[in-house]
């Protein structure tokens, strides 16, 4: 009597990472930075909204409210942190990380964005410093 053979063959096969059903916007003028972060945060299971302006991302939060935001400061139709308030107004618990090559001293964000931001996140800074900032911030 032979082994029933499994209807594929699995070997060589990646696990695939489960879903978390968690939705993530993230907001950039740069599109290498929109393609890096929509790869990598895809990868890690998340689902991801991308926009390179203002208006995209108000179409994006009119569709789907995100779970959390990733803003760039510098922005080419708007300021980020202008966006951001315009969104909060919808969106007022939703968490928001900056992501933004303009560097800020800890005492700045303390005093001076913390009712605006979640967190503030260097795009110098390792990928991996964004991501327990995410799950810090989505999953608490």
Same mark, same amino acid.
Not at 24 to 31: A, K
Not at 90 to 108: A, H
């Given at each position: 009597?032979? =082994?029933?053979?499994?209807?594929?063959?699995?070997?060589? !096969?990646?696990?695939?990472?489960?879903?978390?059903?968690?939705?993530? @916007?993230?907001?950039?003028?740069?599109?290498?930075? +929109? $393609? @890096?972060?929509?790869?990598? !945060?895809?990868?890690?299971?998340?689902?991801?909204?991308? =926009?390179?302006?203002?208006?995209? =991302?108000?179409?994006?939060?009119?569709?789907? =409210?995100?779970?959390?935001?990733?803003?760039? !400061?510098?922005?080419? /139709?708007? /300021?980020?942190?202008? @966006?951001?308030?315009?969104?909060?107004?919808? @969106?007022?618990?939703?968490?928001?990380?900056?992501?933004?090559?303009?560097?800020? $001293?800890?005492?700045?964000?303390? /005093?001076?964005?913390?009712?605006?931001?979640?967190?503030?996140?260097?795009?110098?800074?390792?990928?991996? $410093?964004?991501?327990?900032?995410?799950?810090? +911030?989505?999953?608490?």
């Amino acid at each position: 009597m032979s =082994a029933t053979r499994p209807p594929f063959d699995t070997s060589g !096969l990646t696990p695939v990472v489960p879903r978390s059903g968690r939705h993530i @916007l993230v907001i950039d003028d740069e599109q290498p930075i +929109l $393609d @890096l972060l929509q790869e990598y !945060l895809s990868a890690h299971g998340y689902r991801v909204s991308t =926009a390179s302006n203002a208006h995209q =991302a108000k179409s994006v939060v009119e569709k789907e =409210a995100p779970h959390l935001i990733i803003s760039d !400061l510098q922005l080419e /139709d708007t /300021d980020g942190l202008q @966006l951001i308030e315009q969104l909060r107004v919808v @969106l007022p618990r939703t968490p928001v990380i900056l992501l933004t090559g303009v560097l800020f $001293d800890s005492n700045v964000i303390e /005093d001076n964005l913390k009712w605006k931001i979640s967190c503030y996140v260097s795009k110098t800074a390792p990928l991996q $410093d964004l991501m327990k900032e995410i799950h810090r +911030l989505i999953n608490g």
